[in-house]
């Protein structure tokens, strides 16, 4: 049995591989430069083309590109009309910001469990929660998984709640033939660079319904609008404007938006190459003793931005702490995705306590984000595998 780096012996890796990384290539950088020398380097044409093109990959009615994947969430938490005193039903199995846009708009998050399988939102557990101050619920495709959505959406419908996608990880995914961002009332994007396609920063929100993209631009344009059809006092088109309500300055750049639908040209084959990566970590790891793959939603056709290794905590002497050290030690950058949202401090001290998902909690203390990326080779690969079974060859029972 070879020495763990961790004790002294030779690494897997000479050199770190991380866990994401953007994937650049001449076409993007000159699709940026061509940018930087028009005329427009904000509120121009790529903007609107970009909206445009997201449209046509999801099947949306209507796209608002915006900032960053958290004002995504910000104006469409707004635009579905969340205020003091609303609740709105989430996962804590995600990044802070899904919870935070409904803190930042007056309502509360409530948060249900997770499939302990598919590690997605469990309709039982949202449906448990509903009380007569629900208004919304968040669906996370936590690593790019479709969630449950012909039970969400059954829930919501009984309910009258509304159905918000965050689609952070998923472009690219279908459910049931139908693509990630025509799924929900409203479905945001993020941009960020460990994303399957990248703006640096940047996101989106995707809408069915015109009077939930309005509100939605609205509230990511200072609240100020142009358009003929909205002004309440009538003036001259070529200069007149009005601030209908109090907004945010959540606008896209003309330089990012050229990234992105560059980026967007390559996401047939971004999400081929992830799809095989995960393939052969599931090949590599399904039947192995001391680890725990992923279990599909089934319909999901899944472009996965994460991929998750469950350490099985009953077959081996090392926790997760001890395991995610010695990973390291190989140079092999794993991650954890995430910790519950409600374990933080700034949620404690609203009164959220621990115990309100077990599935969640169980989750976390067993869960490792292994390297999944475009620009992995083979050889990556084979280099995180191999080090998962020389960690695994130390630690099991």
Known sequence: MSVLAL???????????????????????????KVLRSDFLTCGPEVSELEAKLCEITGASYCIAVSNG???LHTACLAAGIGPGDEVITTPITFAASANAVLYCGGRPVFADINPETYTLDPASVE?????????????????????????????????LLLIEDAAHSIGTVYRGTPVGSIA????????????????????????RSELARRVLLFARHGITRAPDLLREQGNSNWYYEQQLLGYNYRLTDIQSA??????????????????????????FRELPGVLVQKETKGSD??????????????????????????????????????????????QEMGYQKGLCP????????????????????????????????????CRR
């Open 7 to 33: 004790h002294g012996g030779e690494p897997v890796r000479k050199t770190r591989l991380s866990y994401g990384h953007q994937y650049i290539d001449e076409a993007d950088i000159q699709a940026v430069s």
């Open 70 to 72: 958290t004002a995504a």
């Open 128 to 160: 448990e929660r509903i009380t007569p101050r629900t208004k919304a619920v968040i669906a996370v495709d936590f690593t790019g998984q479709a969630c449950d959505y012909d039970a969400l959406r059954a829930i919501c419908g009984r309910h009258g």
């Open 185 to 208: 009332d409203l479905t945001t994007f993020s941009f960020h660079p460990v994303k399957t396609i990248t703006a640096g920063e940047g996101g989106a929100v995707t809408a069915g």
């Open 259 to 284: 990234l992105a639908l560059s980026q967007l040209k390559k996401l047939d084959l971004f999400s081929a190459r992830r799809k095989a990566l995960v393939r052969q970590y599931d090949e590599a």
């Open 302 to 347: 899944t472009v996965r931005h994460l991929y998750i290794l469950r350490l099985d905590l009953d077959r081996l002497r090392w926790g997760r702490r001890e395991f995610y050290d010695a990973m390291q030690a190989e140079n092999i950058g794993v991650n954890v995705h995430y910790i519950p949202v409600y374990y933080f401090p700034y949620y």
């Open 359 to 394: 599935n969640a909690e169980a989750y976390y203390e067993s869960c490792l984000t292994l390297p999944l990326y475009y620009g992995m080779t083979d050889q990556d690969q084979r280099d995180v595998i191999e080090a998962v079974e020389k960690v695994l060859a130390h």
